[in-house]
C-alpha cells in the first residue's frame, strides 16, 4: 500500500517537470516524510486542469457522503486497488473525469523480518520527481466545496515483494510518456491498459537506519 509519502522538491522543480504552474493562492508544500493519516495537502495535477498544479487533500471523500460520513470514509480512501476500483462506489464515480497525477519524490514501506520492521525509502532511479496515479473527488465541505484523492495501488514488482512482504502491494507509478494518458483517459478499456505494474529494474530502495537487503546488490536492482 501507499499511506506515506516522501516530499522534497519545490514548487520551480515540480513545474518544470509537470508543465503546469501553482495557483498563486497554493500554500507552501509539505516537505519530508508525510503522513496519509493526518490527511495532508499534497501537489496534484487534475484531469480537469492540467495546466494547474494544486494543494489536495489525501483521503477521498465521495461527492454523495454527507459530514458524519466523511471524517469516517477518508480513513479508509488512502489507497485504491486497481483490481477492485471499479467495483468499489467512493471511487468509481472518478475514474472517467476525475482522475489525477499524485507528486512525489518517493515513499515509504516496511518490510517484515521478524518480529521487526525495516522503514525503506523507495524512489526511481531517475532522479527527481515522479507521478503515482490517483482519483480525486469534490464534496461539500460546510459552506464551500473541496477536493481530495486517493492513490492507486497494484500488485508489487519483484522489489517491491522482498520489502512489502506482507500484503506485496505497491503504488501505481506512472512513467513519464503515460502521464498524460492517464489524465486524458475516458474509456475504462484505456484506462485499464494503463494499470501497469511500474518495472523494478527502474526503482531503488534505501533502507532506513538499517542495513541493504542482499537482494539490492543483485543486477537489475
Known sequence: MCYYTHQQSDKKTLERRFKAKFKEEEVGLSLGKVSGF???????QTQAKPEWIQS?????????ADADQAEFLRKKTLNARSEEVWEKP??????????????VDGFYEWQQRGKDKLEYLIQLKTPGPFALAGIYSIYRKGDAWAASFSILTTAANALMEEIH??????????????????????????IKALMQVYPAEGMQANPQHSKPLDLFTLDGF
Do not use: Y
Open 56 to 64: 489536495i487533500s489525501w483521503g477521498l471523500i465521495p461527492g454523495w
Open 165 to 190: 512482504n506482507t500484503k506485496k502491494r505497491m503504488p501505481l507509478i506512472l512513467p513519464p510518456d503515460k502521464e498524460q494518458a492517464w489524465l486524458q483517459a475516458q474509456e475504462e478499456e484505456e
Open 90 to 103: 467512493s471511487f468509481a464515480p472518478s475514474l472517467l473525469k476525475q482522475k489525477c497525477l499524485v507528486l
Open 38 to 44: 493526518q490527511h495532508p495537502n499534497l501537489p496534484i
